[in-house]
């Protein structure tokens, strides 16, 4: 099992997956907040990791929102 940070319903949560071969399956997140995080990697990782992933989740299932570029 792998986990991300990503955006979940406009919070920050992370979300854990797991690869197949079809690509990833979300299993599951949890809401955390950025004060959780001090180091200058966990940071890094928030900025990295939410610039690319957003999700809604209702009637638990999971749909990726598009970002505008």
Known sequence: MSWCFAIVNN???EIFFEKGK???K???HCYVR???YKTKQEQ???KEDTAGLRFSY???RYKRIKIPT
Request: hydrophobic residues 40%; positive net charge; without cysteine.
């Open 34 to 36: 950025i004060e959780e």
């Open 22 to 24: 079809r690509g990833a």
């Open 58 to 60: 209702r009637n638990y």
């Open 11 to 13: 919070r920050l949560a």
């Open 26 to 28: 979300i299993t599951g």
């Open 44 to 46: 890094k990782w928030i």
